[in-house]
Antibody, heavy 121, light 107 residues
Framework: QVQLQESGPGLVKPSQTLSLTCTVS??????????WSWIRQPAGKGLEWIGH???????NYNPSLKSRVTISPDTSKNQFSLKLSSVTAADTAVYHC?????????????WGQGTLVTVSS | DIQMTQSPSSLSASVGDRVTITCRASQNIFSHLNWYQQKPGKAPKLLIYAASNLQSGVPSRFSGSESGADFTLTISSLQPEDFATFYCQQSYSTPRTFGPGTKVDIK
């Protein structure tokens, strides 16, 4: 059974960098079948795809966030991370990590429970 | 970006009702359409992938279909545990985009 778990600071000051880590168990982020994603959801609002990384390290980012986002892997720990720079209150949200498929055929089938990040001074 | 629309944005229904939610993509996504259920405080749960394929472990009262540009999620007989918000998502291209959601609550 694949499990994903987000971790990182729950409070970030405006203009600073949000950093989160997703630890994957029950599966390898080095598998060529999957994409490892970050998705966020502001309170009371819908889901926003942030980006994903493949086993080869190839990344795709939401154009609306691209200038501020970096997703990177740590294969030795079976983790991948999210960095979002120059945050504002609009970045306050629950951040989920999740598993997607390179083919795009099978949906996003495993999700972390999510972690709330608040941007405030 | 591919834009996803959903209708209705909310609906009220009773246990046992047949419920239908519709999603439309702004361009052809070649059946790369997924449906998720989200309950408050929880992560989304994949129900249907590739427009009409039931995810393992999901009750058979959930089904998906497509007709032209429209995709439909149907709950054949609404159960108490089904009250939630439902999202469609296209996985044909990046950025992956979600519909705005349909909230299903108790009448």
């Amino acid at each position: 059974q694949v499990q994903l778990q987000e971790s990182g600071p729950g409070l970030v000051k405006p203009s600073q960098t949000l950093s989160l880590t997703c630890t994957v168990s029950g599966g390898s982020i080095s598998s060529g079948t999957y994409l490892w994603s970050w998705i966020r959801q502001p309170a009371g609002k819908g889901l926003e795809w942030i980006g994903h990384i493949s086993s080869s390290g190839s990344t795709n980012y939401n154009p609306s966030l691209k200038s501020r986002v970096t997703i990177s892997p740590d294969t030795s720990k079976n983790q991948f991370s999210l960095k979002l720079s120059s945050v504002t209150a609009a970045d306050t949200a629950v951040y989920h990590c999740a598993r997607d498929y390179i083919s795009g055929w099978y949906g996003t089938d495993y999700w972390g429970q999510g972690t709330l990040v608040t941007v405030s001074s | 970006d591919i834009q996803m629309t959903q209708s209705p944005s909310s609906l009220s229904a009773s246990v046992g009702d047949r419920v239908t939610i519709t999603c439309r993509a702004s361009q052809n996504i070649f059946s790369h359409l997924n449906w998720y259920q989200q309950k408050p405080g929880k992560a989304p749960k994949l129900l249907i992938y590739a427009a009409s394929n039931l995810q393992s472990g999901v009750p058979s009262r959930f089904s998906g279909s497509e007709s032209g540009a429209d995709f439909t999620l149907t709950i054949s007989s609404l159960q108490p545990e089904d009250f939630a918000t439902f999202y469609c998502q296209q996985s044909y291209s990046t950025p992956r985009t979600f519909g705005p959601g349909t909230k299903v609550d108790i009448k």
